[in-house]
């Protein structure tokens, strides 16, 4: 059986509604697509807090956590990945792409114009309903 990683997602929105996109760099698992940036949860930790240290890691800006948006499995070829998302805001600092390719703002109603991870489709879908 394939191992199961718990990661977190956040769907940062700014004052004109648009949604934070993050592009996987080559450095990263599964490069060229996109996703919600967050990263696996530690033992013990809850998914709030790991998305407040992920996000202060990866885009160097301090975010308030909101509601839970999706909560759903994929199963890729060697992980399977339990992926919660959650909206948030931006509280302090500017986003930069610390570890990803790159990051575009875009509105709910584009989305499906990137390639996302198979694991956000959910999420994609919840945010165009
Ligand atoms: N952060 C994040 N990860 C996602 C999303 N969708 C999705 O399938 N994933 C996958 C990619 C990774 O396998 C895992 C998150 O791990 P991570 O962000 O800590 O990735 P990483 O590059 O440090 O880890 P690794 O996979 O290279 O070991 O979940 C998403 O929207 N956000």
Not at 3 to 25: D, F, M, P
Not at 35 to 41: A, C, D, M, V
Not at 55 to 72: H, N, P, R, S, T
Request: glycine share 8%.
């Amino acid at each position: 059986m394939v191992k199961t990683v718990h990661v977190a997602g956040a769907v940062i929105q700014n004052e004109r509604g648009e949604i934070l996109c993050a592009l996987r760099s080559a450095s990263m698992s599964m490069p060229g697509l996109w996703e919600f940036p967050g990263g696996k949860l530690e033992p013990g930790e809850s998914p709030q807090s790991c998305l407040v240290r992920e996000i202060k890691e990866e885009l160097g800006c301090e975010i308030q956590v909101g509601e839970l948006i999706a909560d759903a499995e994929h199963e890729y070829p060697s992980i399977r990945v339990h992926l919660l998302t959650y909206y948030a805001v931006i509280v302090g600092g500017e986003p930069a792409a610390r570890e990803h390719e790159r990051l575009l703002w875009l509105p709910a109603s584009r989305l499906f114009e990137l390639e996302w991870a198979p694991a956000d489709i959910p999420t994609v879908e919840r945010l165009l309903s």
